[in-house]
């Protein structure tokens, strides 16, 4: 992966050309588009679909059109409020204003402009969001996202080279990058020149050496990421001088089905269902930090839990495609009580209806949670019963090279190198430092918003207009 002399010339140049074609490379390219510059995107798989496809599909963005028109009174102000909240103000609050000020214009943007029909999903509320802010499209998963991103950057005329593995950066001694190397699955290379570079190859989860190095507790841990997330823009990013922080900083979440490793929908917990161990007890309040769930898990015997829901939640959910999957394979078991789904999950049936039973009880009001969760705007939760055992795992990092308000990365002297955008996994996100600041949703906008951003300004640096 190193950083190689530039050739004297290449044989084939783009004005602005992006590493990584998933949600930030993607809306990166339409932005440049967007004003008029030529732009190709290099992606390494056959099909792009990135961590981004095996997302939910949903960006937070604050007082959008979109709530406005369910009813959602929003603000910049609101989300930066409770981005702060969230990381206890361990972030950079110049750079969270800026990504809370434009989520909103560029989830209208990709709707009005590019035909990326994005929505309020009114399921998701709470887990640090004051109101329903995070918005995805019609089918509600990352997959359909990646597809109405391809179709725009097709309509929109940006170039896109698959199988296009980029290995190695061309810069001279002042940092300005001159293009890059790619490899093709032959083994063949070609040499691409640039006015500009942007970095969306995601972040590290998938590179397990750079884990122990910057997460150690996390060292050991199951990862369900995107197997290119190799961190190949942090270690380009190094070798030039940028920065880096909240190496850190990750995505947990306690609710991949197991053993089927199947993404299950949190949805059921945010609707009144409840988390417990092979104990039959529970363990957390579920809503407190949806992140820091996944190592909440990790920590029960076995590595496990069950979150626990019932019919009623089981029909309103059950189109879900994580639950349509769950249901496929057989990871959704059902009991007409307490004690017939505890022995459906094999946990103790008494300790199992006494946490029911609890419940319950917090619920109408009659003791206070143990956990300290309120319940608000949850119905009882009625027999017959639903479960699923789940395993927690680490998602995506959240760490990555320092950028400004426009993408462009930062030296650690806090210059910028001349040339040089990231966004999405590849830059340092709004989490803080740590596991329990990711704001659910925080992905999906770093990657579009700073896509945005940075396509707009490597385009305007450029100057080349088609
Ligand atoms: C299970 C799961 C669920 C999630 N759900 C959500 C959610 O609902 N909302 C949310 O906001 N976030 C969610 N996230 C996080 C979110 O998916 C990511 O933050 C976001 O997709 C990052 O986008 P990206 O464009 O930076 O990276 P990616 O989508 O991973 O795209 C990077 C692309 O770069 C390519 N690439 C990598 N290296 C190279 C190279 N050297 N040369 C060429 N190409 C390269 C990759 O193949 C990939 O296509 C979820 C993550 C996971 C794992």
């Not at 170039?159 to 001159?178: E, M, Q």
Request: proline content about 5%; some cysteine.
């Amino acid at each position: 992966m190193p950083i190689l002399p530039p050739p004297r010339a290449f044989a084939a140049s783009v004005p602005v050309l992006i590493a990584g074609g998933g949600a930030c490379g993607l809306t990166a390219a339409l932005a440049a588009r967007d004003a008029g510059v030529d732009v190709l995107v290099l992606e390494r798989d056959a099909t792009p679909q990135g961590t981004t496809s095996m997302s939910l599909g949903a960006m937070c963005a604050a007082g959008t059109r979109m709530q406005r028109e369910v009813g959602i009174s929003d603000s910049p102000e609101q989300f930066f409020a409770d981005v702060m909240a969230r990381t206890k103000g361990e972030t950079d609050p110049d750079f969270v204003r800026v990504i809370t000020r434009e989520a909103g214009p560029t989830v209208e943007w990709l709707a009005d402009v590019h035909g990326v029909p994005l929505s309020v999903d009114a399921d998701w509320r709470g887990l640090g969001h004051a109101v329903p802010r995070l918005h995805a499209p019609p089918d509600k998963s990352g997959a359909g996202l990646m597809g109405r991103l391809l179709q725009a950057n097709e309509r929109a005329g940006a170039d896109l080279l698959t199988r296009a593995h980029v290995t190695d950066l061309y810069a001279d001694s002042s940092g300005k990058v001159h293009g890059v190397r790619v490899k093709r699955p032959d083994g063949t290379t070609e040499d691409i020149g640039c006015g500009a570079l942007i970095l969306a190859t995601c972040g590290f989860a998938a590179n397990h050496e750079m884990i122990a190095k910057y997460i150690p507790g996390m060292g050991n841990a199951r990862t369900f990421t995107w197997e290119n997330s190799q961190g190949d823009a942090i270690t380009w990013g190094l070798e030039l001088g940028a920065a880096v922080a909240d190496m850190g900083a990750y995505q947990g979440y306690g609710a991949l089905a197991y053993p089927q490793l199947q993404l299950f929908n949190y949805t059921y917990v945010i609707d009144g269902g409840i988390m417990v161990n092979t104990e039959g007890k529970r363990f957390s309040d579920e809503m407190a930090d949806v992140s820091g769930q996944g190592v909440n898990v990790l920590r029960q015997p076995g590595g496990v839990a069950f979150i626990v829901y019932d019919d009623a939640l089981h029909h309103k959910y059950k189109d879900m495609i994580e639950t349509r999957n769950a249901m496929e394979l057989n990871a959704v078991k059902f009991g007409k009580d307490a004690h017939e789904l505890a022995a459906a999950l094999g946990i103790p049936g008494d300790a199992f209806a006494q946490t029911l039973a609890d419940v319950r009880a917090v619920k109408n009001g009659t003791r206070t949670d143990d956990f300290g969760r309120t319940f608000a705007e949850t119905a009882q939760l009625n027999p017959p019963y639903a479960g699923v055992k789940v395993t927690g795992a680490l998602y995506h990092t959240q760490g990555g090279l320092v950028v400004d308000g426009h993408g462009q990365v930062k030296r650690a002297d806090g210059s910028l190198l001349p040339n040089l955008f990231a966004g999405g996994g590849a830059a340092r996100s709004i989490s803080g430092p740590g596991a329990s600041g990711y704001i659910p949703a925080a992905g999906l906008c770093m990657a579009m918003t700073l896509g945005r951003l940075a396509g707009t300004a490597a385009a305007k640096m450029t100057g080349h207009k088609k």
